[in-house]
């Protein structure tokens, strides 16, 4: 049997030729500017979340109290288990939600922060299951992303923690 090798001119070559070109141009997009956009777009909702629950320095919000003490519960093998010590979660939730985004828009220790909010995501999916979808699969995705390819050059990172060689 003989294959046919696709035709140098004509309009497939030309529509091939600006696939190639373009895969090519959307290739040089610097590596760092979108890991940069990754870090954001994974501090921005936790950081705003971390805001919430706070009336003042280290002062929980009534909200904040409410949800960890009465609506939160974890949804673990179909039951649902009331959060232990519910103020103290209330108060490491918020403390994480507001330091683990700063690091990741500095570009600080990112895949710590990264495997950090990758971690409360397993805790947030387990305490609102039905979020999987809209939020929590794309959070867990953006965090192992950072865990994986670290910050890249437009943060702290590179600075103090040169590689090995």
Do not use: C
């Not at 003042?56 to 409410?66: E, I, K, N, W």
């Not at 519910?86 to 990112?110: S, V, Y």
């Not at 437009?154 to 600075?159: F, G, K, S």
């Amino acid at each position: 049997m003989k294959t046919e090798a696709a035709p140098s001119h004509g309009l497939g070559a030309a529509l091939t030729a600006l696939i190639i070109r373009a895969d090519g141009l959307l290739a040089s997009v610097p590596r760092s500017l979108a890991l940069l956009a990754l870090r954001f777009a994974l501090a921005v909702p936790f950081f705003k979340s971390g805001l919430t629950k706070w009336d003042g320095f280290l002062t929980l919000s009534q909200g904040a109290r409410y949800l960890f003490e009465q609506e939160f519960k974890l949804h673990i093998f179909g039951s649902e288990i009331p959060y232990p010590f519910p103020l103290a979660m209330a108060t490491a939730a918020g403390i994480t939600e507001l330091i683990l985004p700063i690091l990741l828009i500095l570009g600080l220790a990112t895949r710590f922060a990264a495997l950090g909010l990758l971690l409360m995501t397993a805790v947030i999916q387990l305490t609102i299951p039905d979020g999987w979808a809209n939020f929590h699969l794309p959070w867990a995705a953006m965090a192992l992303a950072l865990v994986g390819f670290g910050s890249g050059r437009i943060a702290i990172d590179p600075l103090v923690m040169p590689r090995l060689k």
